[in-house]
């Protein structure tokens, strides 16, 4: 093995041969119901590129297959990318802007080629990127949203509901989109908190007798109200209820009207509605039947139902000219600053209009009540468990699912309409015609209207294994296992998955919903743009300059102020750019950071320590290596034939209750915990001890059938470490079995296909574990006496044992080889219970005393000279900190985590002093 461990020189080299030799396909045809394991792959959009959510969401699944699959459970992640509808039009349009091409000046079909000329070319981007990541999907089955397979189904499924009147057209509010001209989810649409105004305006009562004072944040919406609501408990104006207003401008008159939804204390509790333009007013709308007004063309100007001197203006346009009109009226009775949320596109960043428009349904109702039964009696389950109560809250307020889109690329809805405006809803117009009998004479023409992206998405885990066809995918993967997301799109993905594949396939798509954090910063901030606080994860892996990540982090900003603190915030964090960690140092991280449902702090302090930890597994197997290839490792040999030391006996018993650690924390979705585990087994056990152990064993302590019965430990304690840890570290664990697997006796081509370690009682050797503990308690004492007393970690010590009972004779007998090697020992003798010991530092190992004699070991004078340098040091650092914390500024003004810490340094220094002054007032005696 190379003298270093460097993840460039092994992490793509390995995963070609993975790729190649199909290791990442199902190694069965088991059913789910008896032995297989399915993940489907949250589909990326085919524009995307890896961010730190993807990386940690896809570890996680990783670990989870590799783990199944060394189970032996038949096993798939299935991956695959989606069409992104509106994300890869506007990339498309983009860039035909920069060409000086527009889509409306090329025509649909020539657009649509361009955007799967752009995909074939640029669309696998993401996928590359889950390579670096060591993901092992089955990239054989790799599909994507619009592929005749999926488009298949998406036609089926429409056809279908439709037929059951599931899906019908028509006319309601929606998000829109005013820039890109398209309905949009509520997932696209970002409220960002803006300073605004308050309008309120007197809108005079029809009998002259008076007005009343509305108050509106949007004034260019007046034009199209239909009613003045008031709160019908509100005394100030029960007896105006049912009486009119004419409207200014408009000269319409419209109804007072009473309705709860009215909150009287804000504003003056006088509500303007207009149904048209407003969610909230929209509902009052249809339970008063109010006429419904729209104001706004497509690109949010205003219509022919404005009066004539507004029409054509933009809205923002027309609300300065109302403002001015009322204000000239004497209509305008105060004007405030006011802070309001503000909803805005994800993409366009324009403000998004509710807007009145004919668009295509779904009536979830229906499909909604099984999907939260099913969620109930448990068939599925969500971890961690409170999610469900999110999930029920939505789908018991669930409104109709608008799923058409006016965009171009993406599944056209598959519906024609006749020259009268008759509607045909088929697979294909040639259907249509033949179960309509339409002849060719008649003229029809496709909805130009495409679907919502969540549609298709809302059957990828049947679609994807071949729906509508039964085959044997279908039979051996649906139900899935599990589900990993976010808790963002519980509603827009999760939700509509378990109601599609309970219509459609009459069975859950997935068990289980593991529910992930999001993925934030050192300081716990959303990672954006915005903020420069992005991390690439494919930086983390293969480092970056400071400059080129400068660059990175300042391209695309508009404002030279916002662009100045990123560069000076960068070159602060990172003065040295960031470090190639390597990919499994990122996984490791991404897992012992996955405690369920919390969000992630990402520190590189952190990614540093378990590129350490990487490191140590690395020179761990080269020690191993070095002292067992070309050896007698007692291939073959079962335990009793092996001579095996208390330490071989202790480090097995160890390994069995780490993989049984490790089983039970990756089945309940603890990767932090099994992290943790491995972590700690191979850090503090395998490396800091076991092998420490061996070293006196292999070089002349110990007799050959010793030597022999220590190497088949170090051999297969490391074999089944790799094992162990692979999930989670493929590459470096991948690497290192390859030349320790034939010492251990196994077989194979690669780790990921070896079973996963089982453990069990039979393997826990509890006397083992309490003498290794007793040794390893007396090594630390001697460690610590050496250490607080200044001695060379050299120099061989003499020990005097006393208080010792007859077990801590036989354990000294039996170990002495160990302590005299790792405890660096010139002797160890017992003392008489009633022999008075020489002045000696001391230690306890359970009830027996580890002294050792000062007389002759350490320099007196050296010594008490260092101790009162290190004692004057702390005494200033006391008073320093006494005089902060009574400082009335400080202890009142200072954070209170900020004292509390200062608190628990004064405490930590006092500690010190005490133990200082204890070791000082030892020495003198001497």
């Known amino acids: 093995m190379d003298k270093s461990y460097t993840p460039h020189a092994i992490e793509q080299r390995w995963y070609a041969t993975w790729e190649a030799a199909g290791w990442f ?5 088991r059913s789910a119901a008896d032995g297989s394991y399915c993940i489907m792959i949250p589909p990326p959009n085919v524009t995307g590129s890896l961010h730190m959510g993807h990386a940690f969401q896809d570890t996680i699944m990783d670990a989870l297959i590799r783990y199944h699959r060394m189970k032996g459970d038949n096993t798939l992640w299935q991956p695959g990318t989606d069409h992104a509808g509106i994300a890869t039009q506007m990339v498309v349009e983009r860039r035909l802007a920069a060409e000086g091409r527009s889509r409306r000046e090329m025509g649909r079909e020539q657009f649509l080629d361009e955007v799967w000329r752009w995909k074939e070319e640029s669309g696998g981007t993401i996928t590359r990127q889950l390579r670096r990541m060591g993901a092992s999907p089955d990239w054989s089955r790799e599909r994507f949203t619009m592929d005749e397979g999926l488009s298949t189904a998406v036609k089926e499924v429409f056809v279908s509901l439709y037929e059951e009147g599931l899906i019908y057209r028509g006319k309601r509010l929606v998000n829109w989109d005013p820039v890109l001209q398209t309905a949009v989810s509520d997932l696209e649409v970002d409220s960002v908190e803006e300073a605004g105004h308050l309008w309120h305006f007197r809108y005079p009562l029809s009998d002259g007798s008076g007005h009343l004072v509305v108050a509106t944040t949007r004034p260019e919406t007046m034009l199209g109200d239909t009613a003045v609501a008031v709160h019908p408990e509100d005394e100030r104006y029960q007896h105006l209820v049912g009486r009119t207003i004419t409207l200014p401008l408009v000269g319409r008159e419209i109804p007072i009207i009473a309705d709860d939804y009215v909150d009287p204390t804000f504003g003056t509790g006088c509500v303007k509605i207009t149904p048209a333009h407003d969610f909230n007013d929209y509902k009052m709308g249809q339970r008063h039947q109010l006429p419904m007004i729209n104001l706004f063309t497509r690109d949010a100007r205003l219509n022919d139902q404005a009066p004539e001197q507004y029409r054509g203006l933009d809205r923002y346009e027309a609300r300065d000219q109302i403002v001015r009109d009322l204000t000239e009226l004497g209509l305008v009775e105060k004007i405030q600053e006011h802070r309001l949320m503000v909803p805005r596109g994800d993409r366009s960043h324009s403000v998004i209009e509710p807007f009145l428009t004919d668009q295509w349904y779904v009536k979830v109702a229906p499909l909604a009540a099984e999907a939260i039964q099913v969620v109930e009696d448990g068939r599925v389950r969500f971890v961690p468990d409170n999610w469900k109560n999110t999930y029920f809250d939505w789908m018991r307020r669930i409104e109709d699912w608008c799923i058409s889109r006016q965009i171009w690329w993406g599944h056209r809805i598959p519906a024609w309409y006749d020259e009268a405006g008759q509607v045909y809803v088929g697979r294909s117009e040639a259907e249509v015609r033949e179960r309509h009998q339409l002849g060719f004479d008649i003229a029809l023409r496709q909805d130009d209207d495409v679907l919502d992206t969540w549609f298709s998405s809302a059957l990828w885990p049947f679609s994807t294994l071949g729906w509508p066809q039964r085959n044997e995918a279908l039979a051996a993967f649906y139900p899935t296992s599990v589900l990993v997301t976010g808790f963002d799109i519980i509603f827009f993905w999760v939700a509509r998955m378990i ?84 990919t499994d140092a990122l996984r490791f991280t991404f897992a012992s950071l996955a405690s369920t449902g919390r969000d992630i702090n990402f520190d590189t302090g952190r990614i540093e320590g378990y590129r350490n930890f990487c490191n140590k597994l690395w020179n761990a197997a080269r020690y191993v290596l070095m002292n067992t290839e070309g050896q007698d490792c007692g291939q073959g040999a079962e335990g009793d034939d092996l001579c095996r030391s208390a330490a071989d006996r202790w480090i097995l018993s160890r390994l069995a209750r780490t993989t049984a650690t490790m089983r039970e924390q990756i089945e309940h979705y603890r990767f932090d915990l099994a992290a943790q585990a491995i972590y700690a087994f191979v850090w503090d056990e395998y490396c ?23 190497r088949h430990t170090l051999v297969t304690v490391l074999e089944a470490t790799l094992r162990l840890a692979h999930p989670i570290m493929p590459f470096i664990t991948e690497e290192i079995w390859q030349r320790v697997a034939p010492l251990a006796g196994c077989t194979g081509p690669t780790v990921m296909l070896r079973p996963y370690p089982t453990s069990g009682d039979a393997q826990i050797d509890a006397t083992a574990e309490s003498e290794m503990q007793w040794v390893m308690e007396f090594i630390v004492g001697v460690r610590k006496i050496r250490s607080s007393m200044n001695i060379a970690p050299g120099k061989p010590l003499p020990v005097l044992l006393q208080n010792g009972s007859e077990s801590d004779r036989t354990r000294l007998a039996d170990n002495h080889a160990f302590l005299t090697s790792l405890a660096k020992t010139e002797s160890i003798t017992w003392l008489e219970a009633e022999s008075s010991a020489p002045e000696s530092a001391v230690s306890l190992v359970g009830e027996m005393q580890l002294m050792i004699p000062l007389a002759g070991l350490i320099d007196k004078e050296a010594e008490l000279a260092r101790l009162n340098k290190e004692m004057s040091k702390l005494s200033g650092d006391l008073q320093r900190c006494e005089a902060k914390l009574a400082n009335p500024n400080f202890a009142e003004r200072a954070k209170p985590e900020v004292v509390a810490a200062e608190r628990k340094r004064l405490e930590e220094i006092r500690g010190a002093l005490a133990q200082l002054t204890t070791q000082e007032e030892k020495i003198r005696r001497l």
């Open 688 to 710: 800091d001890w076991y092998l420490e152990l061996s070293k006196p064993v292999l070089t002349g302590a110990g007799s050959a059938a010793e030597q022999r019965g220590t």
């Open 25 to 29: 396909a199902p190694q069965g045809q």
């Open 499 to 582: 109601m599609m594949g309970l219509k459609f396939m009459g069975d859950v798509p997935f068990r289980e919903v593991y529910i992930h954090g999001l993925v934030r910063d050192a300081q716990g901030q959303k990672m954006s743009k915005s903020k420069g606080n992005v991390l690439d994860p494919i930086d983390l892996i293969d480092g970056i300059d400071l400059e080129a990540l400068v660059r990175k982090r300042c391209s695309g900003l508009m404002q030279p102020e916002q662009e100045k603190k990123i560069e000076r915030d960068t070159r602060k964090e990172f003065p040295d750019g960031i470090k190639a960690y390597g």
